[in-house]
């Protein structure tokens, strides 16, 4: 078994929509016990269907009502540098399907500036890092987030760090500028590899046969610079939710399967 596997889960559904359920009532649970437990929750959030379907799930289980959510902290892992009422933003998706429905301090929810707010990117960028270091962590600079969502691309890319790419290689900053990015739209601001693999758990949400490639690399120990996927890690968990379209790659011994 090569070096790694061991240290990541893979938890199986038959379908998205399975694959929702099984997702929603762990993140709920993990929010609850951190708040229970008078702590600040932070939780790192991710775009694309996926995330958008687990967050919608999420607003409207009977539990969240019940999260005194004014301890809980809501970040992104990237985001895209456009107008704030662009659909493309993974924020407003957030907002629509999930936070705007929650009783949460507005400052406890911390977008990345867009286009509106008279900054050029780098500046957005450095913005972003400058937020995140309000809230350091025994990691770094950078909240250390209870769950930190990723989905992830059929090229293994993982929030804005695509593959062979110099900006997955970055460790001496936490939040950097992506120009040219292969993906529309080009310009995006996203968080480096240390501050994703400081967070105690990094939950990886992806559905598909066009996601399948990429899933069998991650887990087979493929280099993070071509598979950014394969470096995700959280510190003390590592999970990876899929449905069955999605495994067709994964070896049997990582396999929980739930239908």
């Known amino acids: 078994m090569p070096e790694g596997w061991a240290e990541k889960r ?20 993990r929010v609850a016990k951190r708040v229970d437990e008078g702590k600040l929750a932070h939780i790192s959030l991710t775009g694309g269907v996926m995330g958008a379907a687990v967050l919608a799930a999420a607003g409207r289980n009977p539990r969240a009502a019940r999260i005194d959510w004014s301890r809980v902290h809501f970040w992104w ?7 704030r009422a662009d659909a493309k933003r993974n924020d407003r998706q957030a907002r629509e399907a999930f936070l705007d429905g929650l009783d949460i301090p507005a400052e406890n929810i911390h977008a990345m500036l867009s286009t509106d707010d008279g900054v050029d990117l780098d500046a957005a960028a450095t913005a972003y890092a400058e937020e995140l270091a309000r809230f350091p962590g ?18 293994g890319h993982i929030a804005s760090l695509f593959p062979d790419r110099a900006e997955i290689q970055i460790t001496d900053r936490s939040v950097v500028a992506v120009r040219d990015s292969p993906k529309p739209p080009p310009e995006r601001i996203t968080m480096t590899r240390p501050v994703i693999n400081s967070s105690k758990r990094v939950w990886l949400v992806l ?13 087979a120990g493929a280099s993070y610079a071509s598979v950014p996927a394969a470096g995700a890690k959280g510190r003390k968990r590592t999970t990876f939710f899929v449905d069955q379209a999605a495994a067709s790659q994964v070896p049997p011994e990582l396999i929980d399967r739930e239908y």
């Open 10 to 29: 893979v938890i199986i559904s038959s379908d998205p929509a399975a694959l929702v359920d099984s997702v929603v009532p762990r993140f709920l649970s």
């Open 138 to 155: 025994a990691e770094g600079a950078w909240p250390s987030f209870d769950v930190c969502f990723l989905g992830v691309g059929p090229d």
């Open 77 to 83: 892992s990237d985001e895209r540098f456009v107008p």
């Open 207 to 219: 559905s598909g046969t066009d996601k399948a490639a990429a899933l069998g690399l991650a887990l």
